[in-house]
Nanobody, 121 residues
């Protein structure tokens, strides 16, 4: 499966962005999807994940209550709605796909190219 992330940009603290990850190739609806992020000099970290059906979602404590992951299997797209953004949310955000939902980035087989999110204070 090929993944294409988009929607990043520059936003002020307290603002919102919605990231999208469009999938092509194999059956998107059979894959769990995750969002990860990596800030300069830091390790890649888990942000959110969603099961293939959308029935189960998982969040890092740092984004719980502010970010929402969702998917539209008819459009082969997963979304990350980010509200109340903070400067510490600044990072490159990656979407990933795998047959089993996971919170560890090493578990994912397929990755998008990343989209930059910058939150100014």
């Amino acid at each position: 499966v090929q993944l294409q992330a988009s929607g990043g940009g520059l936003v002020q603290a307290g603002g919102s962005l919605r990231l999208s990850c469009a999938a092509s190739g194999r059956t998107f609806s059979s894959y769990a999807m995750g969002w990860f992020r990596q800030a300069p000099g830091k390790e890649r970290e888990f942000v959110a994940a969603i099961s293939w059906s959308g029935g189960s979602t998982y969040y890092a404590d740092s984004v719980k209550g502010r970010f929402t992951i969702s998917r539209d299997n008819a459009k082969n797209t997963v979304y990350l709605q980010m509200n109340s953004l903070k400067p510490e949310d600044t990072a490159v955000y990656y979407c990933a796909a795998d047959q089993v939902v996971a919170v560890i980035w090493l578990e994912y087989d397929y990755w998008g190219q990343g989209t930059q999110v910058t939150v100014s204070s």
